[in-house]
């Protein structure tokens, strides 16, 4: 027995502290539901959760762009398909030109053609989204959109630009453009080897960009299932096992009421002590 040094209560003291610091660890764990809550819990498994949660935020981001990108080939499909049909419908009239058609017939056709040439311009330079344009390129524009389609430094994805004015669209050499369609002067041939190239070109367009937007689907589903992995990756690094947690918890209750209980009887030791002396007397 000792007077000077309650050792028995500083080591009792000392375990309570203990148990008191993981109970309020515990706590902390099951209130916020995440057991890495500083990286000097798990240092190592911070690091992998926070390049884990830099892949996922970087996936996220690229599944919208991908939404923005098929966003964009629909409106630029939109607008290919309203050029098709006014091809189609230039094509009519310039066969309905090669029949029994007067001076002043093909003189009213040739209007409505040439109407119909601005409208495929009005088309091309108006059809755009977010202000990027695909169907009406210039000089001084980029011939292609470059999309980021992944969390990494390389996953790119490209979508061209073209240009499908009527002034753009010529002959297989080249030479003469929908704007030379002259019908009232009876130039059938010629126009229609223009229309038909015209519409073949874009055709090949649509097609590729269809192409672009079934790829652009397919990295939207894949970045969907690989944010899935991620997400799943991330909660078992991260995420507490709440009935393992709260049975923890349970156990550091019973350690600090057993603590205080403790605390309780070795501090009479010092008055057991003071009795004895007593006895001396």
Excluded: W
């Amino acid at each position: 027995m000792r007077l000077s040094h309650n050792l028995m209560s500083l080591n009792v003291y000392r375990n309570y502290t203990k148990n008191v610091g993981a109970q309020s660890k515990s706590m902390s764990n099951v209130s916020s539901g995440d057991k890495i809550g500083k990286a000097m819990d798990n240092p190592a498994g911070m690091g992998q959760r926070e390049q884990i949660r830099m892949q996922l935020r970087g996936l996220q981001m690229s599944q919208r762009n991908m939404q923005d990108g098929i966003s964009m080939l629909q409106t630029v499909e939109s607008g290919l398909d309203n050029i098709t049909m006014a091809l189609n419908r230039v094509r009519e009239l310039t066969i309905s030109c090669g029949g029994a058609k007067t001076e002043d017939d093909r003189a009213v056709i040739q209007k409505e053609i040439e109407q119909m040439l601005k409208s495929i311009d009005d088309i091309a330079n108006n059809t755009e989204f977010n202000g990027v344009k695909l169907l009406a390129k210039t000089g001084t524009e980029p011939d292609r959109v470059k999309m980021a389609s992944g969390a990494n430094v390389g996953d790119t994805l490209i979508v061209p630009v073209n240009n499908l004015t009527s002034g753009n669209l010529t002959n297989k050499e080249g030479t003469l453009s929908l704007k030379d369609i002259r019908v009232d002067e009876g130039k059938i041939d010629d126009a229609l080897g223009i229309i038909d190239e015209s519409i073949d070109k874009v055709l090949s367009i649509r097609s590729k960009y269809g192409a672009i937007q079934n790829r652009m689907e397919s990295l939207y589903d894949i970045q969907g299932q690989n944010s899935l992995v991620m997400e799943s990756a991330d909660s078992n690094i991260g995420d507490v096992d709440i009935a393992e947690e709260m049975m923890h918890l349970a156990k550091y209750n019973i350690l600090v009421e057993a603590g205080n209980a403790m605390m309780v009887q070795t501090n009479r030791m010092p008055q057991d002590v003071l009795r004895v002396l007593e006895r001396l007397k």
